[in-house]
């Protein structure tokens, strides 16, 4: 079945880069998602990512794709207090109806 | 557009209790899903609906659980008996395509 891992926790200064990453399993056609949960409320969308594409950036988000090693990553760029919460990566087989899988969730901390 | 709406936001029970949640999806979107999070987890599906059907509830623990979306809109689900292990933040999401929107979620406290 379809896994994906995630490191738990991430610890950066204000002002730099963050980088979060995620591996997961399945070979087929998927869209790739970050999600990003404050504490007490529920999953907000950040970006997705088709599995035919390498990059998408989206202002501060970047995210990277590497098809061969399964490996994706979300960078945030100019890291602010506000982007402390949870960053969750999820993967979903293209065309519907297909099981959702979450990651475990990395705890982004970011020190002022 | 509005965002999916879950209500309670939080509730307390003892176990053994009963216990319902609702959820409204964002208007046209045919796709409802239930998701249980656990604290340190990552959510898991409970059950997913495409209009008024039921498309996968393979981890549903049928014995305790059950859920429902009349009429293809609101769907509720409902834990009874609760067990302490069901404490958790039961989120409700909806899609009209692949994307899913989420709602606040509803945090359930078993005693």
């Known amino acids: 079945g379809e896994d994906v891992e995630q490191s738990l926790f991430l610890s950066v200064r204000e002002g730099d880069s963050s980088v979060i990453n995620c591996t997961y399993t399945d070979s087929s056609s998927t869209y790739l998602y970050w999600y990003k949960q404050e504490p007490g409320a529920g999953l907000q969308l950040l970006t997705y990512?088709?599995?035919?594409?390498d990059m998408k950036q989206d202002q501060r988000l970047t995210v990277l794709l590497n098809k061969k090693d399964k490996h994706l990553s979300l960078r945030i760029a100019d890291t602010q207090t506000g982007d402390s919460a949870i960053y969750f990566c999820?993967?979903?087989?293209?065309?519907?109806?297909?099981?959702?899988?979450f990651g475990i969730g990395t705890k982004l901390q970011v020190i002022p | 557009e509005a965002g999916v709406a879950q209500s309670p936001r939080y509730k307390i029970i003892e176990k053994r209790q009963s216990v319902a949640f609702w959820c409204n999806p964002i208007?046209?979107?045919?796709?409802l899903y239930w998701y249980q999070q656990i604290l340190g987890q990552g959510p898991k599906l409970l059950i997913q609906?495409?209009?008024?059907?039921?498309?996968?509830d393979s981890q549903l623990p049928k014995d305790r659980f059950s859920a429902e979306r009349l009429k293809g809109v609101d769907s509720t689900l409902k834990i009874q008996p609760a067990k302490l292990e069901d404490s958790a933040v039961y989120l409700c999401a909806s899609a009209r395509t692949d994307t899913q929107y989420f709602g606040p979620g509803t945090r359930l406290t078993v005693l």
């Open positions: 999820a993967e979903i087989p293209s065309g519907g109806y297909q099981k959702v899988t």
């Open positions: 208007s046209g979107h045919a796709t």
């Open positions: 990512i088709f599995s035919n594409m």
């Open positions: 609906f495409q209009n008024n059907g039921v498309v996968d």
